[in-house]
């Protein structure tokens, strides 16, 4: 009896140990996973200071004038010391980019998917509108004179006048793509007047912009009784 009683004990005594090494172990590598995981952050967060640096570089060349290394403000579209015009050709790369991207989501677009969602949804705006929106509303405006006019141009092409005048449904572009597209077209043109209100070659944009406005007014149902 005495013999089997430590026969017990050797017995609790090792399974004892195991546990208290099983903990060991687990503390261990609790310990490893914190370590790896916090070498990790600090590998991230010396990967986002070197971008943000070099952003921040790149900021500061793009507020120098190319011509003569006059500090500029990022609204500015000329260099105020040598008349220098600031064109980036990124940004026409971009608007290039905004309509190739608007493409490849028409040619994605599932007219069932699309049907489907908009019903469970219960919105009268599908999905891919919504992105083609969302592009639109979320692209950032230019600063150059020539960049500024390219787009207005390219978002009157699709503000329907009868659309936005309330006078008809839209059709080939849905009414939020078109709604979008006249936010950032008063956007640029606030903009541009802001940046080169008083340069004559505002006077293009001004022109382009009343024309817009005028063709949006003339089609309101009570412009009718207006001409009258």
């Not at 709604?179 to 505002?202: P, R, V």
């Amino acid at each position: 009896m005495a013999f089997l009683n430590e026969v017990g004990k050797a017995i609790g005594k090792a399974s004892q140990g195991i546990s208290d090494a099983a903990q060991t172990i687990s503390s261990a590598a609790q310990e490893t996973r914190e370590n790896i995981a916090r070498d990790r952050q600090e590998k991230d967060m010396e990967r986002e200071a070197k971008k943000l640096s070099e952003q921040e570089r790149i900021a500061e060349e793009a507020r120098k004038c190319p011509k003569c290394g006059h500090s500029l403000s990022a609204m500015s579209a000329v260099c105020p010391l040598c008349g220098y015009e600031i064109r980036n050709g990124k940004t026409a790369d971009a608007i290039r980019g905004l309509t190739t991207e608007i493409e490849k989501l028409e040619k994605k677009r599932n007219t069932v998917t699309d049907a489907l969602a908009t019903k469970l949804s219960g919105r009268s705006d599908n999905p891919t509108d919504e992105k083609i929106a969302s592009l639109i509303r979320n692209f950032v405006v230019p600063n150059t004179k020539e960049d500024i006019f390219e787009f207005m141009i390219l978002a009157a092409g699709y503000m329907d006048a009868r659309v936005l005048a309330g006078r008809e449904a839209a059709k080939e572009v849905a009414g939020i793509v078109i709604k979008a597209w006249e936010t950032k077209f008063h956007q640029t043109y606030e903009k541009a007047k802001l940046s080169f209100g008083n340069d004559g070659d505002f006077g293009k944009i001004q022109e382009l912009y009343d024309k817009k406005m005028a063709e949006i007014e003339s089609a309101k149902p009570f412009s009718l009784f207006k001409r009258k």
